[in-house]
């Protein structure tokens, strides 16, 4: 079953602090992956996109790696700013018999404090 | 910040209802997408479509329906509104190479609650 699995559901950090968010996934064949933002009640905002090809890809404190041997991919985020606190999302993309799939993560809830 | 609008924000309305939530979409993308999300959860895709008279179902059965008649328009419709379909709507869309390519821009969404 294809499945994309985030750890932690949830994180505290503070304000200035580094963290890092992961991603493992089952979903074959894998086309790319890709990170969104959500803030609470809006829409999901792409931060980075990923083919199998590619094993790191940054936006600004965002910065984001793909071992596509292992099927696991980690969001990195450097000095975290209040505005960072959000769901951060996983999602993967791939084609199979059936046609393309995008199978959505359920997020890590991150919170910034001061 | 991407130029995709949904409306209403915000509904709750009576069991058996005929709504019709509304997305808007100014990029000329030929690409559009409603997604739903229960608090807390994953998106999961309902409706897609690819152009002008082109709609698909997607992953998730969903009593909606959808129309394109336009390539800026993608309105999605629930004939008659139960307490099951109280969730978070989410319209997309993109432009690009293909379906699982293609970085999606989202709308603020439509928190749908029906009693």
């Known amino acids: 079953k294809n499945q994309v699995e985030q750890s932690p559901q949830s994180l505290i950090i503070l304000e200035g602090k580094n963290c890092t968010l992961q991603c493992n996934y089952t979903v074959s064949p894998f086309s790319n992956l890709r990170w969104y933002k959500q803030d609470t009640g809006r829409g999901p905002v792409s931060l980075t996109i990923?083919?199998?090809?590619?094993n790191t890809k940054s936006n600004g404190r965002y910065t984001a790696t793909l071992d596509a041997d292992t099927k696991q991919s980690s969001l990195h985020i450097t000095a975290s700013q209040l505005s960072d606190s959000a769901s951060y999302i996983c999602v993967v993309s791939g084609r199979g018999p059936g046609g393309f799939k995008t199978i959505f993560g359920a997020g890590t809830r991150l919170f910034v404090k001061a | 910040e991407a130029d995709i609008y949904q409306t209403p924000r915000y509904l709750v309305i009576g069991t058996g209802k005929k709504i019709t939530l509304e997305c808007s979409q100014t990029?000329?993308?030929?690409?559009m997408y409603w997604y739903q999300q229960d608090p807390g959860m994953e998106l999961h895709l309902i409706h897609y479509s690819y152009g002008v008279n082109s709609t698909e179902k997607g992953d998730l059965s969903s009593e909606s329906t959808v129309s394109r008649i336009r390539t800026e328009h993608f309105p999605l419709t629930l004939e008659s509104a139960r307490p099951s379909h109280t969730s978070q709507y989410l319209c997309?869309?993109?432009?690009?190479?293909?379906?699982?390519?293609?970085?999606?821009?989202f709308g603020p969404g439509t928190r749908l609650t029906v009693l």
């Open positions: 990923m083919t199998f090809s590619e």
């Open positions: 990029m000329g993308h030929d690409k």
């Open positions: 997309a869309s993109s432009a690009g190479q293909g379906f699982s390519t293609d970085t999606q821009y």
